[in-house]
């Protein structure tokens, strides 16, 4: 497939978004428990999810990029019965609304004591309202990748694999830029974060790897005998039906060079994992804040890539019809 | 229950594009926009089409055929470009079968052309909305046109008659006689999309005649011997009288 920048940016910032949101409320959960007790604990959290609904509404922006008419897109809520793409414009809206209105209770202190579990257990309004928002964060993972991974015959993203990576690349990055926060804020969470994010950046590495390889292994259901029905070893296109490009040429082949399409997996193997990995790790001894907010800015232009090659990797059954003019 | 279809054989396809011209010709003037072209006369011509006429090799030479295949749309039975369109635009009738694209709800994201395996969708880049093959279904109820022409339009202007149009749900129509007895087939089947429209393969028609057949042992005069038959050898009638 030609990948889509306004898709790239969509997909990797509302990624960093719901990371954000998901460290956000893991360090609160922590803090439920009496892990520890961030300083200035609610602007934290309130500051916080503002910043990731910065991230998810700067990807809403980029998305509007990719109609031929944004003007309609209310309309692609109507099909959430069988679309997913329906059924991401429906979730990503009320997860930002959600995170709003939990910066909101932070913030301004919104927050009255619900039922206490046990002595040190309590579970107030925000506590609630994250753990709506945590399921919106997985569900919408879930709507964003299913998009992909529910095209049966682009066999390189019918995968589960799909799903975990994009839940787990959104979240080592939203983890990773939580690191950075709480280091400007010298918060004492930090080390969590940090954790975390090495955590969820190896895991990352591992399923998004293991989806490498398995594409590697991919025998296409399709070939040209299956495409026009003519069961023969050797078959060749002469003409595709137009002298000039078209749709078809443009839309779902990459164009990029095999030298340069090959070294893009290595950048963004270098630049998501490797890199941000080394840098938070040397962060985390120092309590460097420049380090961190380096270790996601790389690790944000990896994503970039990152999401390029997945598009640009997989084969459409379609070009077996434009293999030459 | 209906489902209208094209049935395009291949063993009489010469690669002529007339459906290809008649096709834009027809829904290029209709009421729901033109199929845009961009530089048409110049360097790196492009535009929207329906209908493609591609062309194929098969073989090694000398060993070689050539094998000219339109492509456009098949209307799906369980089209999978349909239930991911997110606003509805993206559509299949259960009159006829068709699968259309509302060009009014369509909002130009291209994923119902992502799930279509045979790229059989494409975004026109002046009205940003997804089109297709409508099967001419602005032609094909149009009682104010004779009978006869209520066809899509490349049918009509297919000189081979190489494209037939019918419905490929009912056992007795003309198509589905042809699908049976000419080993009609789907592209991809591997994809369970059940596309409507068929394809007949190349056919080669042999006939074996033994030495026998061409000399006429039940000859009727043979038995009777009214008329002596000349020897072989001999001069016929016909020696003499077809000059
Ligand atoms: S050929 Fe493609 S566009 Fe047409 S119905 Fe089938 S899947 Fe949809
Ligand atoms: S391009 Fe139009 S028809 Fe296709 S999925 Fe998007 S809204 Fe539906």
New interface residues.
């Given amino acids: 497939?030609n990948p889509a920048f306004s898709v790239i940016f969509l997909t990797t910032l509302i990624g960093v978004g719901q990371g954000l949101f998901l460290a956000l409320y893991t360090g609160q959960l922590y803090s439920v428990v009496n892990v520890f007790s961030p300083r200035h604990s609610s602007e934290f959290y309130g500051y916080g999810s503002l910043l990731a609904l910065a991230f998810l509404s700067a990807g809403l922006i980029a998305s509007f990029f990719?109609?031929?008419?944004?003007e309609?897109?209310w309309?692609?809520?109507?099909?959430w019965k069988?679309?997913?793409?329906?059924r991401e414009?429906i979730v990503l809206p009320a997860f930002m609304g959600t995170t709003f209105v939990y910066a909101m209770i932070q913030l301004n202190g919104w927050n009255p004591i619900l039922f206490t579990l046990s002595d040190n257990f309590i579970v107030d309004l925000s506590l609630l309202v994250g753990a709506i928002n945590m399921l919106l964060a997985f569900l919408l993972f879930l709507c964003t990748a299913m998009?992909y991974a529910?095209?049966?015959?682009?066999q390189e993203w019918a995968s589960s694999l799909t799903v975990i990576n994009y839940t787990l690349l959104g979240m080592a990055s939203g983890f990773t830029f939580c690191t950075a926060f709480a280091a400007y804020l010298s918060s004492d969470a930090i080390f969590i974060y940090g954790g975390w994010a090495i955590t969820l950046t190896v895991f990352a590495c591992i399923t998004r790897v293991t989806s490498l390889i398995r594409n590697t292994k991919i025998k296409y259901?399709?070939n040209?005998s299956?495409?026009?029905?003519?069961r023969?070893s050797?078959?060749?296109?002469?003409?595709?039906?137009?002298?000039?490009?078209?749709?078809?040429t443009r839309?779902?082949f990459h164009q990029a060079k095999p030298i340069i399409f090959k070294s893009i997996k290595w950048v963004f193997l270098l630049l998501v994992f490797i890199l941000p990995t080394a840098l938070l790790l040397s962060a985390l001894t120092t309590n460097s804040f420049a380090l961190c907010m380096l270790a996601f800015i790389t690790q944000y232009l990896g994503l970039l890539a990152e999401r390029w090659f997945f598009f640009a990797q997989a084969n459409?059954?379609?070009?077996l019809?434009?293999q030459t003019i | 229950m209906t489902q209208l279809a094209l049935v395009i054989d291949l063993n009489v396809c010469v690669g002529c594009h007339a459906c290809v011209t008649s096709c834009k010709e027809w829904n290029t003037s209709g009421t729901a926009g033109f199929m845009s072209d961009y530089n048409p006369y110049d360097k790196d011509p492009t535009g929207t089409f329906f209908n493609r006429v591609q062309t194929f090799e098969i073989g090694e030479f000398p060993n070689t055929q050539t094998v000219h295949f339109p492509k456009s749309c098949l209307h799906c039975e369980d089209p999978p470009c349909v239930p991911v369109c997110p606003t509805g635009a993206s559509y299949k009738r259960e009159e006829d079968g068709i699968v259309l694209v509302d060009y009014d709800k369509c909002i130009g994201c291209k994923y119902c052309s992502w799930a279509c395996p045979y790229g059989a969708r494409e975004l026109d880049e002046n009205q940003k909305v997804m089109k297709k093959c409508t099967l001419c279904v602005d032609r094909i109820y149009d009682e104010t046109l004779p009978e006869a022409e209520r066809k899509p339009a490349c049918v009509l202007a297919c000189p081979t008659s190489a494209r037939l149009f019918g419905d490929v749900n009912d056992p007795d129509s003309m198509v589905s006689e042809q699908i049976r007895d000419n080993g009609g087939y789907q592209l991809m089947p591997e994809w369970g999309t059940k596309p409507a429209n068929h394809y007949l393969p190349r056919r080669k028609t042999n006939i074996t005649i033994h030495h026998d057949e061409l000399t006429r042992v039940d000859n009727p005069l043979n038995k009777e011997r009214q008329l002596p038959m000349p020897g072989e050898d001999e001069q016929t009638l016909d020696d003499t009288t077809s000059w």
């Fill in positions: 497939m990719h109609l031929g008419h944004p309609r897109a309309r692609s809520a109507s099909q069988t679309s997913w793409l329906s414009v998009i529910c095209i049966k015959f682009l259901k399709s040209l299956t495409a026009i029905g003519i023969h050797k078959i060749k296109q002469i003409a595709q039906g137009s002298m000039g490009g078209s749709f078809n839309e779902y459409h059954p379609q070009n019809y434009y």
